[in-house]
């Protein structure tokens, strides 16, 4: 038997502006994670797949390819020189929120992956867990920047540039976050759409709040890695006053930002496309069960709290 396991992961800083050539900073939340396990059957049983949160099962051989856990376990064999159908049994699970913006897609695939490479005893750098895992993203969510399946497949912080190598940092001393989901889907693709039809309409406005953005990240580099949370509170909130011009903020996230700011919180901003989806909020840990309280009353439907080391 073989298990592999991959965390969920949260953007600090950069979102939206990282889709333009700006450096984002994103990090893993080890908090929940997804989990694969894949066992040896008896010849010619074929690949299943199990995935008891979803009450889903299936043989790999009669999936289609817009599934996208088939999707990637095909890539993955494909890769390994491994047998198309191999008699192996699969069962993913997972206490990532789905579509939370938490990255649950990407940590089941980046876990399946890794279980798979191990199970077929074969070694697989993160870089190449990523790349594997970017292109099922890319075949679903058309064309993301890549941030969420690399600092998945690193579980470090990231500094993330599209098209460059990341870069994995350590934070100077440990930072207390708060991730409050706003209970609002909104599917990052519309968010993303949104912006580009922005930047198309008033290149000028959007190329500078980008490079703003950029400014903000590069500045949050120094800060965590100077363990410096109280530099770090300051440009959160600017981020979000850069995300709110950019306009994919909203009201009920605005509501969560401003109560996690009034009952402590060294800065706050929403994290991922926006209008709905996460807030985070850089904490003092002994302010964390105040403002969890306070983003709770103001409408959070789940607040989870992780220490990025
Ligand atoms: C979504 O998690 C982050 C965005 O920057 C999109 C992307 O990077 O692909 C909004």
Known sequence: MTTATAPGKIILLG?????????????????????ATVVSTSPGSGCHVILPNLREEFALRSAGDDQPIAHVARLALAQMGAPADPDWRITLESDIPMAGGLGSGAALSTALVRALFAHG?????????????????RHYHGTPSGIDNTVIAWGMPIWFVRGAAPEPFAPGAPLSLLIADSGIAAPTRETVSDVRRGWEAEPARYEAIFNEIGALTRAARGA???GDAAALGPLFDANQAALEALGVSSAPLERMIAAARAAGALGAKLSGGGRGGNVIALVHPEHAAPVAHALTAAGAVRVIETVVR
Request: aromatic share 8%; no cysteine; net charge negative.
């Open 224 to 226: 965590i890695e100077a």
């Open 15 to 35: 979102e939206h502006a990282v889709v333009y050539g700006r450096a984002a900073i994103a990090v893993p939340v080890w908090q929940v994670t997804a989990t």
């Open 121 to 137: 005893g074969r070694a697989l750098a993160p870089a190449q867990v990523s790349a594997l895992v970017y292109e099922s993203e």
